[in-house]
């Protein structure tokens, strides 16, 4: 009787019965990692390659770029085309589901109130620099097939997958804008109320930007609401899934709030003055000021 | 707005938040919280807001700094201090003139969102037309092509014919200078150049006689017919 022979022999038996890979496990192949050679006299000694006197030996050479003194290469030549006004250019920092879902079940977020970027923020999610061109947080992608949490989230841009995303699983998303002002006292709001201003109006976007802002497929929040429901039954279409309906929701309410045009904070409007060591609200009175703020 | 309750300093935000609204009672912070299964914040950072010794300017003595005397530096204490500041609050807000100032100046650099929707629909409106006056001129040009591209040929071949008849000619006149003169001569010399000035009026000559002869053929051969057929 001869068994028939098992396929790889010893070498799968070895590799079954071998432990874990770890690093404690792990050596570089032999002869692929060369020493570092000390400079020890005889030929690695003497001036130990650094050449003769001057800035090369002395290690004070100047920077990477620099060619004595005439305006360098690197600022010489002018930027056009593809890098041509890169600094000027609005940036979003990108936050992923894959993040959002994370901080959600760590709990750094709510998601049974409308999540803003104040609450990123403060949930130390993301970090946004007004002062470095960043116009707010994007929403991407990445994570679409973990994501399971129902949110209502405002950000300043998403990708229409991350958008399916959330709708797929009962969530509304909607873009804003705010302007840099704005946005330096959305994601620091003490400091700025220590500073005894009263609440500014958020700015509208500019020309270059309404377009986006108006789209439902964006769900901007200058677009019709109709458009927008017509959008999400599209992208549901699109992506294979069933809208559920949020107006059945528990949190329909929570849902369906959203912030006006105008207006930076939940629950605050233009023209107030928060006082945190009284704990007090002030609000004008004056009509040419009260017109202005609600206009 | 929950997230706010975890923490100290934007727990007190909220209770001046809910005391304002309803502007009786502040609801206490638990009422909320109940509701949550929080399992992780962030601690704030406290805020030191230096209540019990506070530094106020004199604003008459000269000793000040001038910038402790300005409007911006009142409003700071006012957020810090709030009214033990001793600052009128209603110097915080825009005076009438500055507001002025204010409206005009947004009026001017932000125009509202009907005026900027309507020069968006303008702009497209003239970047759609100018796209398609030029398909427009392309689509013109490509139906005249197959034209241009046969007149084009039929003239390159009628320059190639003429190029080999000149040719033709050339070669033929070197031959019978040849056969005259009896040796290779040069079409520039003039020799060659009144060798064919007498070939050209030798064929004029016979052209003439060609067409007066067809001329009185055909003379001819309009009388004719008419005498057979009556």
């Not at chain 1, 003194?69 to 000027?88: Q, R």
């Not at chain 1, 200058?222 to 899934?241: F, M, S, V």
């Not at chain 2, 033929?172 to 056969?179: C, M, P, V």
Request: net charge positive.
């Amino acid at each position: 009787m001869s068994f028939p022979k098992k396929p790889g022999g010893k070498a799968t038996d070895i590799l079954q019965n071998l432990p874990r890979i770890t690093l404690a496990n792990l050596r570089p192949e032999p002869g692929s990692k060369k020493l570092w050679k000390r400079l020890l006299a005889s030929h690695g000694g003497n001036r130990s390659g650094r050449g003769h006197k001057g800035e090369r030996q002395r290690g004070n050479r100047p920077r990477l770029g620099f060619v004595g003194g005439s305006t360098p290469f690197y600022l010489a030549i002018p930027k056009y085309g593809y890098n041509e006004g890169h600094s000027c250019r609005p940036q979003y920092q990108p936050l992923s589901l894959k993040r959002l879902q994370y901080l959600i079940d760590l709990g750094r977020v709510d998601p049974t109130q409308p999540i803003d970027l104040t609450q990123l923020v403060n949930a130390r999610g993301v970090t946004v620099q007004p002062l470095k061109r960043d116009y707010g947080v994007q929403l991407v992608d990445e994570g679409a097939d973990i994501f399971a949490a129902k949110i209502n989230i405002e950000v300043q841009r998403a990708s229409e997958g991350a958008i399916a995303a959330i709708e797929r699983n009962g969530g509304v998303v909607t873009t804003s804008f705010y302007d840099p002002i704005s946005l330096g006292i959305l994601i620091k709001p003490v400091p700025f109320f220590l500073r005894g201003q009263p609440i500014p109006r958020r700015m509208l976007p500019g020309e270059d930007m309404v377009p986006y802002y108006t789209n439902a497929e964006n769900r901007g929040y200058l677009a019709d609401p109709e458009k927008i429901q017509q959008a999400r039954l599209a992208l549901a279409q699109k992506y294979g899934y069933i809208l559920p309906d949020i107006s059945k929701d528990e949190l329909y309410h929570m849902l369906s709030m959203r912030k006006d045009v105008r207006q930076i904070f939940f629950g605050l409007a233009p023209g107030w003055v928060v006082n945190m060591t009284e704990k007090k609200i002030l609000k004008p009175t004056d009509e040419k000021l009260l017109k202005y703020y609600s206009s | 707005m929950a997230a706010f309750m975890l923490s100290r300093r934007t727990a007190v935000l909220c209770r001046t938040l809910k005391g304002i609204s309803a502007s009786k009672t502040v609801l206490p912070a638990n009422s909320q919280c109940g509701l949550l299964l929080q399992t992780a914040s962030y601690n704030p950072r406290p805020l030191r807001l230096n209540i019990r010794d506070p530094y106020i300017p004199d604003k008459d003595s000269e000793k000040t700094p001038e910038w402790q005397k300005t409007a911006k530096y009142d409003r700071k204490l006012f957020g810090r201090y709030g009214s033990a500041s001793g600052i009128d609050p209603a110097s915080l807000w825009p005076s009438h003139k500055e507001l002025d100032k204010i409206i005009a100046e947004e009026n001017e650099w932000h125009p509202p969102l009907e005026v900027m929707l309507k020069n968006i629909a303008i702009k497209e409106k003239a970047e759609t037309e100018k796209r398609l006056a030029k398909e427009k001129l392309i689509a013109a040009n490509m139906a005249k092509m197959p034209k241009m591209v046969a007149d084009w040929r039929r003239q390159k071949r009628e320059a190639k014919l003429k190029l080999k008849e000149e040719k033709a000619r050339r070669t033929k006149l070197l031959a019978e200078a040849r056969e005259r003169f009896g040796y290779a001569v040069d079409p520039r010399s003039p020799k060659f150049l009144e060798m064919v000035a007498e070939i050209e009026k030798e064929e004029k000559k016979k052209k003439k006689l060609l067409k007066r002869r067809l001329k009185e053929e055909q003379a001819a051969g309009v009388v004719q017919p008419p005498p057979t057929s009556s």
